[in-house]
């Protein structure tokens, strides 16, 4: 029994010293790219914590003339992860989706280390088990690498967004 015991310790921490050592070695691209798929699948699984902890805490987005701030964006998500439903599934109606070729991020190597980031994002809503396209958003952000990994700054956002 110690034996399992000591095997299946032994496999978990190789496990997170691969994981630390894959994350150490990354490109800051990847990292970035890791910071708005954490942030997608938290939409499409209508969790709110890993979409707001890719967001700085002095977040300002300014698309529509105003400037919404992190506090905005989770009411924001919280109103309509609580008050939209499927009728037919009774689930959140929304994914969304990023493809790869249409993610585009060019870093600062200067300090305060700082990148760019322009990406398509594409909404589909869903009809009982059927998804259909909503819309889709072009995203340009800015972001700062501190002590807590890459964050996102500031955006600007232009196209329609699930209501």
Known sequence: MKRVLFGVLAIVLLW?????????FASDETKIRWVVEDMVDGFNDTRMNPIMTGLAQDFVDESSGHKYKKDD??????????????????????RVQVPEE???V???R???????????????ESAGEEWHPQGKI??????????????????????????
């Open 16 to 24: 997170f010293g691969v994981r630390a050592i894959v994350h150490f």
């Open 73 to 94: 964006v989770r009411a924001g998500l919280a109103q309509m992860f609580l008050q939209r439903k499927d009728p037919k599934t009774k689930r959140f109606p929304f």
């Open 102 to 104: 249409e993610f585009h």
């Open 106 to 108: 060019q870093v600062q």
């Open 110 to 124: 200067v300090e305060p280390r700082t990148a760019e980031l322009d990406l398509v994002a594409y909404f589909d």
């Open 138 to 163: 072009q995203v340009h952000a800015e972001l700062l690498l501190g002590p807590d990994g890459w964050k996102i700054r500031h955006t600007r956002v232009d196209g329609k967004y699930p209501r």
